[in-house]
């Protein structure tokens, strides 16, 4: 499978899991949802530490870790 292919997945992959985020905030509840809590339990973050590590400078790299890091640490002080 080609890197453009594991980018679309693992985009898509964030785009529900940003909607299931939204869910409970609307409803406040945490019932039935099964997102990925840890940055490196998701998709994207298997794709950042694996494959997609060595195509990128090692200062993007930091920077897209750190945002995504942030992203999923915003999510556990959620839940």
Same mark, same amino acid.
């Given at each position: 499978? &080609?890197?453009? *292919?594991?980018?679309? +997945?693992? %985009?898509?992959? =964030? !785009?529900?899991?940003?909607?299931?985020?939204? @869910?409970?905030?609307?409803?406040?509840?945490?019932?039935?949802? &099964?997102?990925? *809590?840890?940055?490196? +339990?998701? %998709?994207?973050? =298997? !794709?950042?530490?694996?494959?997609?590590?060595? @195509?990128?400078?090692?200062?993007?790299?930091?920077?897209?870790?750190?945002?995504?890091?942030?992203?999923?640490?915003?999510?556990?002080?959620?839940?």
């Amino acid at each position: 499978m &080609s890197l453009q *292919v594991h980018l679309q +997945e693992a %985009k898509e992959a =964030h !785009l529900n899991w940003l909607t299931q985020a939204k @869910e409970i905030v609307d409803s406040g509840s945490i019932h039935n949802v &099964s997102m990925p *809590v840890g940055d490196t +339990e998701c %998709k994207f973050g =298997h !794709l950042l530490h694996g494959d997609l590590k060595s @195509e990128l400078d090692e200062e993007s790299m930091e920077e897209t870790d750190m945002s995504h890091f942030l992203l999923h640490d915003m999510y556990k002080s959620m839940i």
